[in-house]
């Protein structure tokens, strides 16, 4: 269904040129759930950004390739992209942003805006559909008729799940949805994720630094590292044989109820985007570099269904 191809967003900073996201590339089916994983400040929220055309002023660069159903987003007018995809086709569920109503109006208001401002309905119209979404997202309708501190964090993060949906997009867009949850109502959300997914087709970008977490949820998970994508597989393969060593290296990292007592870490820090290290992005953290790593920049290989970038599974090293 969605199709991404060197999808480019680099930003102007005091510093130079941040490379956010440099050249990404994945593929999303029907009813299929993309993870991207990576660690802090590794460009997961600008990929999201960058697919819903929400750029900041400081831009400098934007490109790629995003074909949905044939359609390129990237490209298509901006006042079209507005009017008939953004919200309508590819919604998003913004990293913080259950913390961001607006505390003197509503939940149900501010949930049906989408309705309002896209589709010229009435409000009193409006909130009878945000009440039927309230309740498919385990929310009682009356909920619509709070401020938004008469709600608990997870029902905040329903009331925003039910506004990324208020106008049936194909594509839902979720940048970590859970992580400022305790681990029950996570565990809730989860389930109500998976639910959607069955109930009305809905593919699904699920961003998270949390690779156990998206496991659960994901098809295909995609590992991202300093603005590239590093491993790209099928969820349960990723799991049990990643590839990249940086995969390999936040798999150790994860504690599990079976697994060593103590656990790895990943030593030094993520560079620093706006010079990022020649050659493989990696190689000064990484356990297994040698001489072409640190001057060559690895491609995608195909290791079967997956595909990595690391001179390790080069046939000539
Ligand atoms: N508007 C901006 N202007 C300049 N630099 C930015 C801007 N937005 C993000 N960045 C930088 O781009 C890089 C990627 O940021 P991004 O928010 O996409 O990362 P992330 O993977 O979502 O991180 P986190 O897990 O902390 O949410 C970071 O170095 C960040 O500082
Ligand atoms: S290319 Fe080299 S430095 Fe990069 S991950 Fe592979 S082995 Fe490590
Ligand atoms: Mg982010």
Same mark, same amino acid.
């Given at each position: 269904?969605?199709?991404?191809?060197?999808?480019?967003?680099?930003? #102007?900073?005091?510093?130079?040129?941040?490379?956010?996201? !440099? +050249?990404?590339? /994945? &593929?999303?089916?029907e009813?299929?759930?993309?993870?991207?994983? $990576?660690?802090s +400040?590794?460009?997961?929220?600008?990929?999201?950004?960058?697919? @819903?055309? @929400? *750029?900041?002023?400081?831009?400098a %660069?934007?490109?790629?390739k995003?074909l *949905?159903d044939?359609?390129? *987003?990237?490209?298509l007018?901006?006042?079209r992209?507005?009017?008939e995809?953004?919200w309508?086709?590819?919604s @998003?569920?913004f990293?913080?942003?259950?913390?961001? /109503?607006n505390?003197v109006?509503?939940?149900g208001?501010?949930?049906a805006e989408p309705?309002?401002?896209?589709? +010229?309905?009435?409000m009193?119209?409006a909130?009878?559909?945000?009440?039927? *979404?309230?309740?498919?997202?385990?929310?009682?309708?009356?909920?619509?008729?709070? #401020?938004? %501190?008469?709600?608990?964090g997870?029902?905040?993060?329903?009331a925003?799940?039910?506004?990324?949906?208020?106008?049936?997009?194909?594509?839902?867009?979720?940048?970590?949805p859970?992580?400022?949850?305790d681990?029950?109502?996570?565990?809730?959300?989860?389930?109500?994720l998976?639910?959607?997914?069955r109930?009305?087709?809905?593919?699904m970008i699920?961003?998270t630094?949390?690779l156990?977490?998206?496991? !659960?949820?994901?098809?295909?998970v995609?590992?991202?590292?300093?603005?590239e994508?590093v491993? #790209?597989?099928?969820? !349960?393969?990723?799991?049990?044989?990643?590839l990249?060593? #940086?995969?390999? =290296?936040?798999? =150790?990292?994860?504690?599990?109820l079976?697994?060593?007592?103590?656990?790895?870490?990943?030593?030094?820090?993520?560079?620093?985007l706006?010079?990022?290290p020649?050659g493989? &992005?990696? %190689?000064?953290?990484?356990?297994?570099?040698f001489?072409?790593c &640190?001057?060559? =920049?690895?491609y995608?290989?195909?290791k $079967? =269904?997956?595909?990595v970038?690391?001179?390790?599974?080069?046939?000539?090293?």
């Open positions: 269904m969605l199709e991404v191809e060197g999808l480019t967003l680099h930003y #102007y900073s005091g510093g130079g040129v941040v490379k956010a996201v !440099d +050249g990404v590339g /994945f &593929r999303i089916g009813a299929e759930t993309l993870g991207l994983v $990576g660690e +400040g590794c460009g997961k929220t600008s990929t999201g950004l960058a697919l @819903m055309r @929400m *750029l900041p002023r400081n831009v %660069h934007f490109g790629g995003a *949905l044939g359609i390129d *987003l990237l490209s007018e901006a006042k992209f507005d009017m995809i953004r309508r086709v590819v @998003m569920v990293q913080g942003a259950m913390n961001s /109503f505390p109006l509503k939940v208001h501010q949930v309705l309002v401002v896209k589709e +010229g309905q009435r009193e119209e909130l009878k559909t945000v009440r039927s *979404l309230f309740r498919q997202v385990g929310l009682s309708e009356e909920v619509a008729d709070r #401020y938004p %501190h008469e709600l608990s997870g029902m905040k993060q329903r925003m799940i039910a506004m990324a949906l208020v106008l049936n997009p194909k594509l839902l867009i979720l940048d970590e859970t992580s400022a949850l681990v029950s109502v996570q565990t809730q959300i989860m389930n109500l998976k639910r959607l997914k109930e009305r087709g809905l593919s699920f961003i630094h949390d156990a977490l998206v496991s !659960d949820i994901a098809d295909a995609a590992v991202m590292y300093a603005g994508i491993e #790209y597989g099928v969820s !349960d393969d990723m799991l049990t044989s990643p990249h060593p #940086y995969t390999q =290296k936040l798999l =150790k990292s994860i504690p599990r079976k697994g060593p007592k103590t656990l790895e870490y990943i030593p030094g820090a993520p560079p620093n706006v010079n990022p020649p493989c &992005r990696f %190689h000064p953290r990484c356990p297994q570099v001489d072409r &640190r001057n060559e =920049k690895p995608d290989i195909k $079967g =269904k997956a595909s970038k690391c001179w390790l599974y080069a046939l000539e090293r």
